[in-house]
């Protein structure tokens, strides 16, 4: 049963193992493995691809996917990948360059401009590869036009992709696990997880027909290609559930293989740190979008995919440059977007003609977590075009929302997810637009809940503790960090870290100690409490093993605060 406390910084924390204080390791993995919904603890710790795998001619149309592109290999036909300029597009697309290039295909590839040419397939790339077949990744559901335009041309096309979708676009093959027609069980992959089902079934289709044989090669072992995989699952933010749990946990042993030169190089970047979920999520995955952020996706394609240490080196360092850059431009416009919020409406609709259209998602996540409301944030080009991206909250589907403004002319065209979603506008449309949303964007208004599993003493903390934790892993959606609230802990010390961060040192009534840091935190309500404050208080994060000068110890990822109950 659940326990609720009230934070000093107004917040509801949600203990959903109750008011007990839990010290036992066995105990508390039971609650933890509870609190997800799980009770065989066997069969979530025990995580078996192969008990996981569909047959990958399970997915509706995957077999004319297949049996087309298995066609354009075995005549040499020229193959074109057109994938997207985010984490899981760049995969998508890296992923069949890698294939193909061990096949000796002839293909060539293409992600969009981000400013130039926005999301998603257009008519002007389908033009320039008309003598192709086009492959579509992680874009295409919602190209009707676009799909229209290519079978007027008599052009090939191929879909995989994993965005809603309202309607079926005619194309050769339309893998998405989102068709009305498909099973529930797969919705949650991402595309270059399609893309990784799409290959099994290619491989499975020319090794039957004898190409391998005929061309004197050894057949690939596809599954080192679930490094893409897993750095997509992750960084696409969906469920880290079943199949999915199976892809990153796998994906993570392929990524240690290093035989992905550029993954490899962005490793070294990182000076060797363990490869878990949290390296990719937080420091992979921002780099790797940063080159379609605010320069050319294609970068990230070429440190994927490139087969020279050099180079890889070269780009891995280019794009770490590219993220500090990307970081100062988001935390300019997160001022400035910040200041325009009207506390009044329960959504935030913010925009501008000096922001970047490369950066406008992250700063409406950043506006989502520090509101707790929808969040929509746009940038206006020269020529009165608005390009939006939308976070959400629990319980609001940002996606039905664009759909319905599309239908109603305010949106010109957007779609997504029902947490993350982007749209287009005119610019002279944007108090029509706000209307819309004052209409349509309704929810409960609660506090800002946090959860946090159960409660643990800081004597009870240690690394046996952590090996414990980490049997959980892969961390992420679905299967979240676990979260504790560390009860009578004093302030013993806090100070200023970085630009805007705060590390305290936590001691309890035996003066045991635990560090602790809380992110973005200068100058909000949660940081005024850790730099002033120093009665004994209730704690809620995460925790993590953290290194220094080659020393291991315990941290603390701390969220907030309560008084002691």
């Not at 290039?101 to 401009?113: F, T």
Request: aromatic residues 8%; proline residues 2%.
């Amino acid at each position: 049963m659940s326990h609720k406390i009230f934070s000093l910084t107004k917040k509801v924390w949600n203990i959903r193992g109750g008011s007990a204080v839990y010290e036992k390791s066995g105990d508390l993995l039971s609650t933890l493995l509870k609190n997800r919904g799980l009770d065989k603890i066997d069969d979530f710790l025990r995580i078996s691809m192969l008990s996981h795998l569909p047959d990958p001619f399970a997915f509706v149309d995957m077999e004319k996917a297949v049996t087309r592109i298995v066609k354009a290999i075995i005549n040499c036909e020229k193959i074109s990948i057109l994938g997207d300029y985010d984490v899981d597009g760049v995969s998508s697309t890296a992923m069949f360059i890698n294939f193909f290039d061990y096949l000796g295909v002839n293909y060539s590839y293409h992600v969009p401009d981000r400013v130039k040419e926005g999301y998603g397939l257009n008519i002007e790339a389908i033009k320039n590869h008309k003598d192709s077949l086009i492959i579509a990744v992680d874009c295409g559901s919602s190209s009707k036009e676009e799909l229209a335009y290519g079978k007027s041309q008599n052009i090939d096309i191929v879909v995989i992709d994993h965005h809603k979708m309202s309607s079926i676009p005619e194309a050769v093959a339309i893998v998405n696990p989102h068709r009305p027609d498909e099973r529930d069980e797969y919705k949650n992959l991402c595309a270059t997880g399609l893309v990784f089902m799409c290959i099994l079934g290619i491989n499975q289709m020319l090794s039957k027909s004898g190409f391998y044989s005929s061309k004197k090669i050894k057949e690939p072992d596809v599954m080192d290609y679930l490094d893409l995989v897993a750095l997509a699952t992750v960084c696409d933010v969906v469920e880290l559930t079943g199949l999915n749990r199976a892809f990153v946990t796998q994906g993570i042993k392929a990524i240690k293989r290093r035989k992905n030169l550029g993954i490899d190089a962005m490793m070294c970047i990182n000076k060797g740190s363990e490869i878990t979920s949290d390296t990719i999520a937080f420091f992979f995955g921002p780099r790797i979008n940063a080159s379609g952020r605010i320069s050319s996706a294609d970068l990230s394609v070429k440190l994927l995919t490139t087969k020279n240490p050099i180079e890889a080196k070269k780009l891995a360092q280019h794009l770490d440059d590219l993220n500090k850059e990307r970081q100062n431009i988001e935390a300019q416009i997160v001022e400035e977007a910040s200041d325009l919020v009207d506390e009044k409406l329960n959504f935030i609709c913010s925009w501008s003609e000096t922001w970047h259209v490369g950066v406008v998602g992250i700063v409406a996540g950043r506006l989502k977590e520090k509101f707790n409301k929808p969040s929509i944030v746009i940038s206006i080009d020269k020529n009165g075009k608005g390009r939006a991206s939308c976070r959400s909250i629990d319980g609001l589907d940002i996606s039905d929302i664009i759909n319905k403004g599309i239908a109603n002319g305010v949106i010109a065209s957007g779609g997504g997810h029902s947490m993350a979603a982007g749209f287009s506008v005119e610019a002279n449309k944007m108090n029509e637009l706000v209307e819309f949303f004052k209409s349509e964007i309704k929810y409960d208004l609660v506090p800002h809940e946090l959860y946090a599993d159960c409660l643990v003493n800081l004597e009870s903390i240690s690394m046996d503790l952590m090996k414990t934790l980490s049997s959980l892993e892969p961390f992420g959606m679905g299967n979240r960090h676990p979260k504790f609230v560390i009860p009578n802990l004093r302030i013993a010390s806090a100070r200023i870290v970085g630009q805007n961060h705060i590390q305290t040192i936590l001691k309890d009534e035996n003066d045991n100690m635990l560090k602790a840091i809380s992110f973005k935190s200068l100058n909000t309500e949660l940081g005024d409490i850790l730099l002033n404050h120093r009665d004994y208080v209730d704690v809620l994060g995460g925790l993590s093993v953290s290194e220094w000068k080659g020393e291991k110890y315990i941290s603390l990822y701390l969220e907030d605060v309560a008084k002691c109950a």
